[in-house]
């Protein structure tokens, strides 16, 4: 069975699947945590030095002089584009939006993995521990999250019925300035941003590697997928000397890897049938060269839209 095509990268150290069957009969949570009682999951709280204010990534440690104009540069980058519906703009997530991030990646691995709803709140607990875990390896990885704008149109009666069909759907997670938030993806830079733990096949650990990819599903086959992936590609662009990125995208996610396929990503390597031993599907590592300058052309895009599936 294929995920939406929208559901494009999600690559965790763990496998939510195992981890979820494994902890839940051990794991022990905190007295603040209900798994069952409760629809959004409650994060542990923290705080943030008197030297940051709250829109301010997380880091720690030492940062050199150039640590600190790489931080910079994250934290300036800003990728816009016009959509047919709306506008898309995507930049580093901050402190304040984990959870509405968490909550995100949470359904989206419940929807891919068929993971019981029952577990989501486990899932969401899981994926803030990693996601607080990556705000301190600034600059060295990144966090990014979209926010799309809707473009009004004149009310129709087909647009009424839309509404109303929409408004019994998840509401998009809302953010400070309202726009809601469409998308997230993480990007590893080097060998000190690299997870301790990745999917087979194992990517390069000093290249570039994109993961953990997935769009809201009320905001789904608008091309916010692909304007991630561009996205995370103009970044990487200016983060890193290395210009071979590399993803992993699963056999049966034919609609994402005919995306990926179009952005001239190639496979690498494939999984052997033995990973289906451990309950895993089986995946491609998949690997691009960058140009010099990775930007967005209307033909790449016109071609992507045509080939959007549900």
């Known amino acids: 069975m294929a995920v939406p095509s929208s559901l494009f990268s999600l690559s965790f150290p763990f496998d939510p699947q195992i981890q979820i069957q494994n902890l839940s009969f ?12 409760s629809t959004k999951p409650r994060f542990p709280a923290f705080k943030l030095s008197s030297s940051h204010s709250s829109s301010s990534p997380l880091t720690t440690g030492f940062l050199t002089d150039d640590d600190l104009h790489r931080l910079n540069s994250l934290e300036s980058f800003l990728y816009r584009c016009d959509l047919p519906s709306g506008s ?19 359904h989206s691995f419940a929807e891919s993995l068929l993971i019981p709803a029952a577990y989501v709140n486990l899932l969401a607990f899981l994926i803030n521990q990693y996601l607080l875990q990556r705000l301190t390896l600034l600059p060295n990885t990144a966090t990014l999250v979209a926010f799309y704008t809707q473009t009004p149109s004149p009310p129709t009666a087909a647009a009424a019925k839309e509404d109303e069909e929409e408004s019994l759907q998840e509401e998009p997670l809302q953010e400070d300035d309202g726009a809601p938030l469409a998308g997230t993806v993480e990007i590893c830079f080097n060998r000190r941003g690299a997870n301790a733990s990745v999917p087979s096949p194992t990517p390069p650990r000093d290249s570039p590697y994109i993961c953990n990819m997935a769009v809201q599903k009320s905001l789904r086959r608008r091309g916010i997928g692909w304007h991630l ?15 071979e990125v590399y993803l992993h995208c699963r056999m049966i996610d034919e609609a994402p ?3 990926y396929t179009k952005a001239d990503y190639k496979i690498v390597k494939t999984d052997s049938i033995l990973v289906l031993l451990m309950l895993q599907r089986r995946k491609h590592l998949m690997c691009k060269e960058l140009p010099l300058s990775s930007t967005t052309t209307e033909s790449d895009l016109s071609e992507y839209d045509k080939q959007k599936t549900i």
């Open 229 to 243: 992936l561009k996205a995370s590609e103009e970044l990487i662009s200016q983060m890193s000397s290395s210009k």
């Open 88 to 106: 898309l703009s995507v930049r580093l997530m901050r402190p304040h939006e984990t959870r509405s991030t968490v909550l995100l990646l949470a």
């Open 257 to 259: 890897f005919k995306m």
């Open 26 to 37: 051990s794991l022990s949570l905190p007295s603040h945590f209900s798994l069952f009682t």
